[in-house]
């Protein structure tokens, strides 16, 4: 089993920055991809951006320039730096990992974190 505890959020300033935090622990699982989604009220969770183990990050066109995402395998952490924020950043933001179980039988599985609220206000 992994777990994915969140850290950072809260509020943030228009044209602001936010710093935001996940850990992930757990045995049997070998991670491939982290990265961070967020849902807004009254929208669909979306990604934000992501990371593989080796190549480039991916991120949405709307945080292209201002957010950066960046990962340390050995501490199995992944941060996101933002950047310029805006009211439109206002959202739940989850950790989310996906990989590969390392005990027979070996399935690829993601998990999500329980969420850090994000608001961007004046």
């Known amino acids: 089993q992994v777990q994915l505890v969140e850290s950072g959020g809260g509020l943030v300033q228009p044209g602001g920055s936010l710093n935001l935090s996940c850990a992930a622990s757990?045995?049997?699982?070998?991670?491939?991809?982290m990265g961070w989604y967020r849902q807004a009220p009254g929208k669909q969770r979306e990604l934000v951006a992501e990371?593989?183990?080796?190549?480039?990050?991916r991120y949405a066109d709307s945080v292209k320039g201002r957010f950066t995402i960046s990962r340390d395998n050995a501490k199995k952490t992944v941060t996101l730096l933002s950047y310029n924020v805006n009211p439109e950043d206002t959202a739940e933001y989850y950790c989310?990992?996906?990989?590969?179980?390392?005990?027979?039988?070996?399935?690829?599985?993601?998990?999500w974190g329980k969420g850090t609220l994000v608001t961007v206000s004046s």
């Open positions: 989310n990992i996906k990989g590969w179980t390392t005990v027979a039988p070996m399935v690829y599985k993601e998990y």
């Open positions: 757990g045995s049997y699982f070998s991670i491939s991809i």
């Open positions: 990371v593989p183990g080796s190549g480039k990050p």
